[in-house]
């Protein structure tokens, strides 16, 4: 299945892309999203972490994540991944004003998947790398919200970073497409059924032999499709 994703990246202390907007259409995403995160982002910034505040802003009209602007589609998913080795420090916005209101923006919570990468709940994590230790404490507000869109909170202080990036990734996609367990299909004998109800808003591709939704009518996740 080919995601036809967009990924904005935002710091802790500001609501502002701080690059372009990374698309498949880019020549090298990896190393666009790397650089982004790790160069441009870097460690450095404010020493009050306030990154559920800054999302709440992005996504705010006239932000560079909010209604009106070419980044928010109407008709896909929103995925938000939170990263910080502490606590989330945000004063004048609470992790269930930003859950609110990104209900309301995106009109249904199943279409929202939010990620954490965080101390560890409930008492954070130790980092080890060689003879360098640090402490690193529970990522409060940002587990929560994790928990509330039945995300997951990842550890900041594993070691197997390439692991746990294919799970984000691979737990960050809508399913639209579905693959069939018989070859030989005839079109006009298959008959789609989603938590009993028929769905109709689908096309078969013979050749790859799999079944594709159409965007407005992906299953939610948790519904049995027969």
Same mark, same amino acid.
């Given at each position: 299945?080919?995601?036809?994703?967009?990924?904005?990246?935002?710091?802790?202390?500001?609501?502002?892309?701080?690059?372009?907007?990374?698309?498949?259409?880019?020549?090298?995403?990896?190393?666009?999203?790397? #650089?982004?995160?790790?160069?441009?982002?870097?460690?450095?910034?404010?020493?009050?972490?306030?990154?559920?505040?800054?999302?709440? =802003?992005?996504?705010?009209?006239?932000?560079?994540?909010?209604?009106?602007?070419?980044?928010?589609?109407?008709?896909?998913?929103?995925?938000?991944?939170?990263?910080?080795?502490?606590?989330?420090?945000?004063?004048?916005?609470?992790?269930?004003?930003?859950?609110?209101?990104? #209900?309301?923006? =995106?009109?249904?919570p199943s279409?929202?998947?939010?990620?954490s990468v965080?101390?560890?709940?409930?008492?954070?994590?130790?980092?080890?790398?060689?003879?360098?230790?640090?402490?690193?404490?529970?990522?409060?507000?940002?587990?929560?919200?994790? =928990?509330?869109? #039945?995300?997951?909170?990842?550890?900041?202080?594993?070691?197997?970073?390439?692991?746990?990036?294919?799970?984000?990734?691979?737990?960050?996609?809508?399913?639209?497409?579905?693959?069939?367990?018989? #070859?030989?299909?005839?079109?006009?004998?298959?008959?789609?059924?989603?938590?009993?109800?028929?769905?109709?808003?689908?096309?078969?591709?013979?050749?790859?032999?799999?079944?594709?939704?159409?965007?407005?009518?992906?299953?939610?996740?948790?519904?049995?499709?027969?």
């Amino acid at each position: 299945m080919v995601v036809d994703y967009q990924i904005g990246v935002i710091t802790t202390d500001s609501p502002d892309f701080i690059g372009q907007v990374i698309t498949p259409s880019a020549p090298n995403p990896e190393a666009a999203l790397s #650089n982004q995160i790790g160069v441009v982002a870097g460690i450095f910034g404010s020493g009050n972490e306030e990154g559920i505040e800054m999302a709440y =802003k992005a996504t705010q009209p006239g932000g560079d994540a909010g209604p009106g602007g070419s980044f928010l589609r109407e008709d896909a998913g929103l995925v938000i991944v939170f990263v910080s080795d502490e606590q989330d420090w945000s004063n004048l916005v609470t992790w269930t004003d930003l859950a609110n209101y990104l #209900n309301i923006l =995106k009109g249904d919570p199943s279409r929202i998947i939010v990620h954490s990468v965080i101390g560890d709940y409930p008492n954070g994590c130790t980092y080890t790398s060689g003879p360098y230790q640090r402490n690193i404490e529970y990522g409060a507000y940002y587990y929560d919200i994790t =928990k509330y869109y #039945n995300g997951i909170s990842y550890s900041i202080c594993t070691n197997t970073w390439g692991q746990q990036m294919q799970s984000m990734a691979q737990n960050s996609i809508m399913s639209s497409q579905y693959g069939l367990s018989r #070859n030989g299909i005839i079109e006009d004998s298959i008959e789609i059924v989603v938590d009993g109800i028929p769905n109709t808003e689908w096309y078969y591709d013979e050749t790859e032999n799999t079944v594709t939704f159409q965007q407005n009518h992906i299953p939610d996740e948790g519904e049995e499709i027969v």
